[in-house]
Structures are given as structure tokens and as C-alpha cells.
């Protein structure tokens, strides 16, 4: 993980987000914390990585999420070089398909 982040106050951030019980819970946080945008990139970003695990083409998940090549180029470098965070949450969510 990139130190720059490894801070305070994202722990309490991560802390709170482990908290969260539900996914009704997790509309109610996010909603105040987050903009409807941020909050919409966010997701767009994970629905990329699912597309792109899927061996969808970039041409396909632009068309699909909306998503600009730069965004799907950043998520794939992710995946291919990142944490492996998709990958970890991936395996715990097992058969979870994108709306394609």
C-alpha cells in the first residue's frame, strides 16, 4: 500500500467503513460522506475491474459504464499491478457477474 496514505486518519476512515453492517447501513455513510459523483465513480471504477476481469475489451466497458479509456487504463494497471484488493474482494463475493 502506498505510504502516503497509510495515515490516521484513513484508519479511522477504514475503521468506520468496517463498522457498517449492511448494505443499508453502507447507502446511509457513504451517501453523507461521499458526492452522488464520487460516490458513482467509485462504482463505476469496481464494475471497470469486473468487465475487465471478464476479459471485456476497453471499447465494450466504455460503452457500457460510460468509463473513459484513461479510467479503464488505470483500473487495469490495478489489477495487473496493484494490491490485489479487487482480487481478495473478488474471491469473498465469489459469482458476482456485472450487468452486462
Known sequence: MNKKIRTEAVDRL????????????CYDFF??????NELLSLSQRFEVATMLRAHRTYLEIADRTGASTATISRVNRSLNY???GYELVFARIGGYKPEI
Open 82 to 84: 496493484g494490491n490485489d
Open 14 to 25: 477504514f475503521d468506520a467503513i468496517l463498522s457498517l453492517k449492511d448494505r443499508e447501513e
Open 31 to 36: 451517501e453523507d460522506l461521499c458526492t452522488v
